[in-house]
């Protein structure tokens, strides 16, 4: 990959990239660090990764540090142990329709929540995804079959208690 390119990826790709990671991780700064990271290590690596697999290459890098992300912060919570219940939000609580949903896809196994955002959100084809994700297109179909079925009956079940 030479500078040209490089930098062309940065220009045509960053945008969506960081879409993704700020959907993922619904904290922008943290997004944009591993937008950061990922084309650092596009540039480190450029040699290696060939131009056709620039995108895929950069969703995989941005996939994993999004998911080194959560389970940093899984462990910290833990650690600290500060949560207090009777300050969690109850489900019964009125929320706007986007945010419902947004609890709805932050609930989700972080794998079904990254094929659900780029399939829905950023329209990514199966075959993107799975070349991003280093799974098949028919793992990715079932992965968010299985995501939507979850947002569904959670949202079922709250709209048959209001």
């Known amino acids: 990959m030479t500078n040209a390119e490089y930098n062309h990826s940065v220009e045509h790709l960053s945008d969506s990239l960081y879409r993704f990671a700020v959907q993922f991780l619904k904290d922008s700064q943290e997004a944009q660090d ?5 084309f650092e290590k596009l540039w480190l690596n450029r040699e290696k990764v060939e131009r056709e697999k620039v995108k895929s290459w950069l969703f995989t890098c941005a996939h994993n540090g999004m998911l080194n992300q959560v389970y940093r912060k899984k462990r910290q919570l833990k650690h600290l142990d500060s949560l207090n219940k009777s300050e969690c939000q109850q489900p019964d609580q009125a929320f706007e329709s986007k945010q419902i949903v947004d609890l709805m896809v932050s609930s989700l196994p972080p794998l079904q929540k ?13 075959e ?35």
């Open 114 to 126: 990254s094929i659900l955002l780029l399939r829905d959100l950023e329209g990514y084809t199966y």
């Open 34 to 38: 591993v937008v950061q990271d990922a």
């Open 128 to 162: 993107e995804i799975g070349d991003m994700l280093s799974i098949s297109s028919a793992q990715v179909k079932v992965y968010l079959f299985r995501a939507r079925i979850k947002i569904k009956k959670q949202l079922k079940g709250i709209f048959e208690l209001a």
